[in-house]
């Protein structure tokens, strides 16, 4: 993949999960070069931030020629201060594309080396090591991407074929050569918001998958009951004017389209009235968790479907300080590297996932509890009562996780707390906020995985098999080959890590 212009979420896709190699466009490095040599001329005999200053509240001391160069190695080596667990591989290389595309906006004053070696680190599947703690979201990622500016210049730690190794021992091995600062790199690179906003676009595609599996295991349920159609419909839908409401309510209809179970409410309740029926043997209407889904999925979809227009903003934005505009011929001090579009928006995916995650346990609830649901035995047990359990054990789990995701939701936005010698006195917690929002996702794969499998004891139990939707039997079929029926008690959590893990590649 060739870049050059605007990245979408979906190029991250390709380079992250597809293992894309992507390429610079000459176009690029012309305009990278233009930046960094206009910034070179711009700069003598002027007093610009972090090129000829100290950093941050130390701003006002002028630094000597012969010492700003060791100013950014100083810089990079003393914010190497991150603690606490690894980011995964997938978000750090989502942070270095993220890198990679500011910086070759040509706003950055960078060398081309710099966007060169990103590149390389990206195609090798070398990993920088960044950790989760550190951060605080304004002056962008300084910590974390300090780790990733250790590396570019040799130094620290990188995950390379599976192990933790020595930067400089991995670039021996692949014949990389680490930067040399020429102007302001160590700033450059430090100065932005693209460790939230790369955990963030793998954060948008994990629940862009849970919006899907949430969706089917939602019809596969509404099958379950022979539910009727008309809260599906489109007429009903319609007259609610929010579009993730009718799109969710769309794709169920396409879903459940050749399913032999869902039923037409004209066929059974509006076919005949007895005086002397007091009362009614079938429900009237399904539980909320089940016809309701339109109306607390759509609220989900349109919250992801923002989120991906901000971050896509942000990842093709300008997130440095200072700005360097060569059309100007000029240099602009302000504050892009400020976070708090990301921070807001991995708030308002972290509640809706875990709104979601809400809808997936009373789904399951209701699945579990035989007073309820009137069809089923309890807890999907298909053993016998009393002596095995059936579901019985993993519902717990299920109702734990769920409670430790309502926790995390409260937001991170409205918990700044100045620092920085109170330079930085309001500040935006971005990388915190995708982080949390990152464990509320992955707790939603395991609530979902819970309901998914006893989905498919109930589609056995009631023998309808051959009678759901061919979405659905296909869904049936795939957990079916990890996981068999079973009437026995058994040691659950195998085929659950191993469903999970399904559940995340679909």
């Not at 293992?19 to 070069?33: G, P, Q, S, Y």
């Not at 090591?129 to 990733?148: K, N, P, R």
């Not at 330079?423 to 990388?431: A, C, E, K, L, R």
Request: proline share 3%; with cysteine; glycine share 6%.
């Amino acid at each position: 993949m060739k870049i050059n212009n605007f990245l979408k979420l979906s190029d991250f896709t390709k380079v992250i999960i597809e293992n894309e190699k992507i390429e610079l466009d000459e176009t690029l490095l012309a305009r990278v070069d233009e930046s960094f040599q206009f910034l070179k001329e711009f700069s003598r005999n002027k007093v610009i931030y972090g090129v000829n200053t100290g950093f941050g509240p130390m701003a006002q001391f002028k630094i000597s020629d012969e010492d700003t160069h060791q100013l950014q190695y100083n810089l990079i080596r003393s914010h190497s201060s991150g603690i606490g667990n690894p980011l995964p591989a997938d978000e750090v290389k989502a942070c270095m594309l993220a890198r990679l595309n500011t910086l070759s906006l040509g706003k950055s004053g960078v060398h081309q080396s710099v966007v060169n070696l990103i590149k390389e680190l990206i195609n090798r599947d070398v990993i920088p090591l960044i950790f989760e703690h550190g951060g605080v979201g304004a002056s962008g990622d300084l910590v974390q991407l300090a780790h990733l500016a250790l590396v570019l210049i040799g130094e620290g730690e990188v995950f390379y074929n599976g192990e933790r190794k020595p930067t400089k021992e991995v670039f021996a091995a692949e014949g990389l050569e680490p930067i040399q600062v020429e102007i302001r790199e160590g700033l450059a690179l430090m100065n932005g918001t693209s460790v939230m906003s790369g955990i963030g676009a793998v954060n948008a595609h994990k629940a862009n998958q849970l919006t899907d599996i949430s969706l089917r295991l939602s019809c596969a349920i509404n099958e379950i009951v022979q539910a009727y159609d008309d809260h599906l419909s489109e007429v009903l839908n319609g007259t609610k004017l929010h579009e993730g409401q009718q799109k969710i309510a769309a794709k169920m209809r396409a879903h459940l389209s050749d399913s032999k179970l869902i039923r037409k409410r004209a066929d059974h309740l509006y076919t005949h009235f007895e005086e002397q029926e007091k009362v009614f043997k079938e429900k009237v209407q399904e539980y909320y968790s089940l016809r309701c889904v339109p109306q607390i999925l759509g609220p989900v979809l349109d919250t992801l479907e923002y989120t991906e227009k901000v971050l896509e903003n942000e990842i093709n934005s300008a997130n440095d300080n200072p700005i360097i505009n060569v059309e100007d011929q000029h240099v602009y001090h302000g504050g892009n590297f400020h976070g708090d579009y990301i921070s807001l928006e991995m708030d308002k995916l972290k509640i809706v996932v875990t709104k979601l995650t809400m809808l997936a346990e009373r789904q399951l609830n209701y699945l579990l509890n035989s007073k309820i649901n009137e069809i089923l035995p309890p807890f999907v047990n298909l053993g016998k009562l009393g002596f095995n359990f059936g579901m019985q054990g993993v519902q717990f789990t299920a109702t734990s996780t769920t409670a430790e995701s309502q926790m995390l939701s409260n937001p991170m936005y409205v918990h700044s707390i100045p620092n920085n010698n109170d330079n930085q006195d309001i500040v935006s917690m971005g990388t915190n906020a995708a982080v949390i929002c990152r464990k509320v996702i992955d707790n939603a794969f395991e609530v979902l995985t819970i309901e998914a499998i006893t989905i498919v004891q109930a589609i056995e139990y009631l023998g309808f098999q051959d009678k759901v939707s061919s979405a659905t039997k296909k869904l049936y079929d795939e957990i079916r080959r990890i996981i068999p029926a079973f009437s026995n008690d058994m040691v659950m959590y195998p085929y659950l890590e191993e469903v999970k893990n399904y559940l995340k590649c679909m």
